[in-house]
């Protein structure tokens, strides 16, 4: 169950890098999808000292991948992927530093 949580998350992630990137705009219900795992995950890994390896390159490379796509778009989309990059690295930040 918790290496297929990750799974789902590290999918996820991927898809909606990939929908930024690809400039098909920003997805408010897969963001909070993320969102939700990631909660998910902090429940998981409460009692662990580890965090998996996979799940930690994603941590490494989410705030950069996002922001750096974020000047492809208008002012206001702009704006709202540098808000959800900030939301998902804090929860990232929550799983890390417990």
Not at 51 to 70: H, V
Not at 83 to 88: G, V
Request: proline share 1%; hydrophobic share 40%; with cysteine.
């Amino acid at each position: 169950m918790n290496d297929q949580l990750i799974e789902t998350f590290i999918e996820k992630w991927l898809e909606f890098d990939l929908q930024l990137r690809e400039k098909r705009g920003f997805d408010d219900v897969m963001h909070q999808e993320l969102m939700g795992l990631l909660k998910q995950i902090k429940g998981m890994l409460d009692n662990q000292n580890t965090i998996p390896k996979n799940l930690a390159e994603i941590f490494l490379d989410m705030w950069g991948a996002m922001t750096s796509s974020a000047d492809l778009y208008d002012s206001e989309t702009r704006d709202e992927i540098y808000q959800a990059a900030d939301h998902l690295t804090d929860c990232a930040r929550d799983i890390c530093v417990r």
